[in-house]
C-alpha cells in the first residue's frame, strides 16, 4: 500500500550546513495497517509525513502508493490518494466558508476543477449522510461558516474532509495535541470508527507513548532521521511505556531525553 525505499532528505541552513532529516528511510504498509509514529523533537515525524504528501521532493529514493510511483508527483496530484489531517484545527477547514462548501471541496481533492455549480444537491444529502455519522448535528448546520464551530467540531469536520474522498492513505500529523484531553479522547475515538469503516490505512504521529501503543495495529519509533524501532501486534499488545524506552536504550545505547515524550509518557 505505502513503500519508502531508500528515502534521504536533507535541509540546508542559512550558513550553508546541511541537516539530514531522514537518513536512507525504507517502510511498508500493507492495506489496513494503522501505524503510530513516536520520537523525539527533531527526529523526522513530521520529515516522514511531509515527504510522503509532496510537501519536500526527496533527494534520493523512492514513494510508492498503492503500487504506483508517486515520488515526482507535486502535493497537489498526491492529495488525489492521500488525506491528511493536521495539529492545528484551523489549518484543515476554511473558516469563512460554510460546511457545505467545505466538504465540496475536500470531496472534489485531487480533480480539475470547472466551472460549476459549487454545491449539488446529491453531494448536499452526501454530506448530511456523513456528518451524521460524527454525532455532533453537524448535518443540521450545513450552511454555517466553520470558524463558528468549536476547536473539537472544527477537527472532527476536517477528520471527516480528509477520508471524504476514499483516500488510498491517511497522515494524522498529531492531530489530537492541541486539544483539551477531553476532547482528544473524543477526536481520537471518533478517528478510530472512521479508520475503521473506511478500512484506511494510516501513519499517525503522536508524542503520547501511551497511545502510540493504545491504537492501530503497529509503533515505529524515529531517532535522528532514522526508524530505529517497529513493533507490531500481537507483541506490541504487550508492551508498556517503560519497555518502549527500553528497547530504544537497547537500540541505540541511549536514553531518551526530549522533556515533551517523556512528560506525555
Given at each position: 500500500m505505502l513503500e519508502l525505499n531508500s528515502v534521504h532528505k536533507s535541509f540546508q541552513s542559512g550558513m550553508g550546513n546541511g541537516r539530514l532529516a531522514l537518513d536512507n528511510v525504507s517502510l511498508s504498509l500493507q492495506p489496513e495497517d494503522?501505524?503510530?509514529v513516536?520520537?523525539?523533537?527533531?527526529?523526522?515525524?513530521?520529515?516522514?509525513?511531509?515527504?510522503?504528501?509532496?510537501?519536500?521532493?526527496?533527494?534520493?529514493?523512492?514513494?510508492?502508493i498503492d503500487g504506483q510511483d508517486v515520488t515526482g508527483w507535486p502535493e497537489h496530484r498526491r492529495a488525489?490518494?492521500?488525506g491528511r489531517v493536521f495539529q492545528d484545527p484551523m489549518q484543515g477547514?476554511?473558516?469563512?466558508?460554510t460546511i457545505e462548501e467545505n466538504m465540496a471541496m475536500a470531496l472534489k481533492r485531487g480533480e480539475r476543477r470547472g466551472l460549476s455549480r459549487g454545491v449539488l444537491a446529491k453531494d448536499r444529502d452526501y454530506?448530511?449522510?456523513?456528518?451524521s455519522s460524527l454525532g455532533l448535528g453537524l448535518e443540521d448546520r450545513l450552511l454555517e461558516p466553520v470558524k463558528l464551530l468549536s476547536g473539537g467540531q472544527r477537527q472532527a469536520l476536517a477528520l471527516l474532509m480528509a477520508t471524504l474522498s476514499k483516500p488510498k492513505l491517511l497522515l494524522l500529523d498529531e492531530h489530537t495535541a492541541a486539544l483539551d484531553p477531553r476532547t482528544a479522547r473524543e477526536i481520537q475515538?471518533?478517528?478510530?470508527d472512521v479508520v475503521k469503516r473506511g478500512n484506511l490505512s494510516v501513519l499517525m504521529v503522536t508524542h503520547n507513548l501511551r497511545l502510540a501503543l493504545a491504537v492501530g495495529t503497529r509503533t515505529i519509533m524515529m531517532h535522528e532521521g532514522e526508524i530505529v524501532l517497529d513493533?507490531?501486534?500481537?507483541?506490541?499488545c504487550e508492551m508498556t511505556v517503560s519497555d518502549l524506552l527500553e528497547r530504544f536504550h537497547d537500540a541505540r545505547g541511549e536514553r531518551l531525553s526530549d522533556d515533551r515524550i517523556l512528560l506525555e509518557a
Open positions: 494503522f501505524v503510530t513516536i520520537g523525539s523533537n527533531g527526529a523526522g515525524k513530521s520529515t516522514l509525513l511531509n515527504v510522503i504528501a509532496g510537501v519536500f521532493p526527496v533527494d534520493s529514493g523512492q514513494v510508492i488525489s490518494v492521500i477547514t476554511a473558516g469563512s466558508m454530506f448530511r449522510q456523513n456528518l475515538e471518533l478517528t478510530n513493533v507490531s501486534d500481537p507483541e506490541r
